[in-house]
């Protein structure tokens, strides 16, 4: 799934920043670092989360993927690609929530 986030208050010359969201391993960064091309203004914003994080919060990844978003504004092209967020963020809790995977271990 690709989300598009078009805000109404856009700062003239910002960034349109485009979302790949998806499950783990299915190819969502191979697919952003074909289509990365700096010369024509479409560049990849990149943030990494720890993966050895014991038990952490909703509110952690939500508060990355806000980072992740601000960052992707600030970039220098016209297009801006990210890996994931909230839209995975969101929908990955819901279901933990709802049907909860070998208690409350799962990997990020």
């Given at each position: 799934?690709?989300?598009?986030?078009?805000?109404?208050?856009?700062?003239?010359?910002?960034?349109?920043?485009?979302?790949?969201?998806?499950?783990?391993?299915?190819?969502?960064?191979?697919?952003?670092?074909?289509?990365?091309?700096?010369?024509?203004?479409?560049?990849v914003v990149?943030?990494?989360?720890?993966?050895?994080?014991?038990?952490?919060?909703?509110?952690?990844?939500?508060?990355?993927?806000?980072?992740?978003?601000?960052?992707?504004?600030?970039?220098?092209?016209?297009?801006?690609?990210?890996?994931?967020?909230?839209?995975?963020?969101?929908?990955?809790?819901?279901?933990?929530?709802?049907?909860?995977?070998?208690?409350?271990?799962?990997?990020?």
């Open positions: 799934m690709v989300e598009q986030f078009n805000h109404k208050e856009k700062e003239p010359g910002s960034p349109k920043v485009v979302c790949f969201e998806g499950i783990s391993c299915c190819g969502k960064s191979t697919l952003i670092d074909g289509l990365a091309s700096p010369d024509r203004g479409i560049e990149r943030f990494q989360v720890p993966r050895d994080l014991k038990d952490p919060t909703p509110e952690y990844f939500l508060a990355n993927d806000m980072e992740k978003l601000k960052k992707a504004a600030r970039v220098n092209g016209q297009v801006a690609l990210v890996d994931r967020a909230y839209v995975s963020t969101l929908v990955f809790y819901t279901v933990l929530v709802k049907y909860p995977i070998l208690g409350h271990t799962f990997f990020v």
